[in-house]
């Protein structure tokens, strides 16, 4: 994929699942339309950049 970043074991980017998630479409919705994607990839890749946007926000 040119060094762009995929779910492991698949060729589907991560920027998929933001876009679709910024779009308003569901986890679900995603998962149906990319089944290589297992659902824990999914909900680690999100964990991780919940984890990253905390450490690296600006404070209030």
Do not use: C, W
Not at 8 to 15: C, E, H
Not at 19 to 26: F, H, I, P, T, V
Not at 27 to 34: A, I, K, S, T, V
Request: without cysteine; proline residues 7%; negative net charge.
């Amino acid at each position: 994929m040119g060094g762009t970043p995929v779910f492991i074991g698949t060729r589907v980017p991560i920027k998929t699942l933001i876009d679709y998630l910024e779009a308003g479409d569901s986890l679900n919705e995603f998962l149906d339309h990319f089944p290589s994607v297992s659902r824990q990839q999914a909900i680690s890749l999100l964990e991780l950049a919940k984890e990253m946007l905390t450490v690296y926000a600006n404070p209030a």
